[in-house]
């Protein structure tokens, strides 16, 4: 079954610390891995999206890595802001499907305090 | 450009009552799709459209109907609601090819079946 597993569930850190988020998959065949950002009340946005030659992306404060021989991802928070505070989504497409066969991560919900 | 829009915002429906979630995009997008985000709970897929006059069952299907009015907009129906169905509802649109199929989200449709 193709799964995304995300950890941990909830994370709180302090304004100005760093934080990295874990994303497991077993989805197959592989095409892209992308992390998307929710803030409350709001629709996700994506922050990143990497292929399987893609080990690395950033996007500002935000690097995403792929490991895709051990299908994981993390995605790590540079000296975080109150901004920051938010759910964050790994989902997974498989080759060659549309992308509704996406498979989306129950998210991380992430808690920056002052 | 207002990319996804999703009307209404907010709605209260009692049990056996009937709805239409109304959404378009403006980004001459081929594919939309419908989620339900429960608490704590990943997106899951409800239906999806590929493309214009084309629609197909996601992960969450029993209790809802869609339509692919046009290319802007895809609706989703509740004909007989259910408590199970108290969500929220994302609509989200994309573009084969254009970022692997990155998915921009509206804004959602919170609603409670009583």
């Known amino acids: 079954k193709n799964q995304v597993e995300q950890s941990p569930q909830s994370l709180i850190i302090l304004e100005g610390k760093n934080c990295t988020l874990q994303?497991?998959?077993?989805?197959?065949?592989?095409?892209?891995l992308r992390w998307y950002k929710q803030d409350t009340g709001r629709g996700p946005v994506s922050l990143t999206i990497?292929?399987?030659?893609?080990n690395t992306k950033s996007n500002g404060r935000y690097t995403a890595t792929l490991d895709a021989d051990t299908k994981q991802s993390s995605l790590h928070i540079t000296a975080s802001q109150l901004s920051d505070s938010a759910s964050y989504i790994c989902?997974?497409?498989?080759?060659?499907?549309?992308?509704?066969?996406?498979?989306f991560g129950d998210g991380t919900t992430l808690t920056v305090k002052p | 450009n207002a990319g996804v829009t999703q009307t209404p915002k907010f709605q209260v429906l009692k049990t056996g009552q009937s709805m239409t979630l109304q959404c378009a995009q403006d980004?001459?997008?081929?594919?939309m799709y419908w989620y339900r985000q429960d608490p704590g709970m990943g997106l899951r897929l409800i239906y999806y459209?590929?493309?214009?006059?084309?629609?197909d069952k996601g992960e969450v299907p029993n209790g809802y109907n869609v339509s692919r009015l046009n290319k802007r907009e895809f609706s989703l129906r509740l004909e007989s609601a259910a408590p199970s169905q108290t969500s929220v509802y994302f609509c989200?649109?994309?573009?084969?090819?254009?970022?692997?199929?990155?998915?921009?989200f509206g804004p959602g449709t919170r609603l409670t079946v009583l």
């Open positions: 989200a649109s994309s573009e084969a090819g254009r970022p692997y199929n990155e998915q921009f």
């Open positions: 994303c497991n998959y077993t989805v197959s065949p592989f095409s892209n």
């Open positions: 990497m292929t399987f030659s893609e």
């Open positions: 989902v997974v497409s498989r080759h060659n499907t549309n992308a509704g066969k996406s498979t």
């Open positions: 980004m001459n997008h081929n594919s």
């Open positions: 459209s590929a493309s214009e006059g084309t629609t």
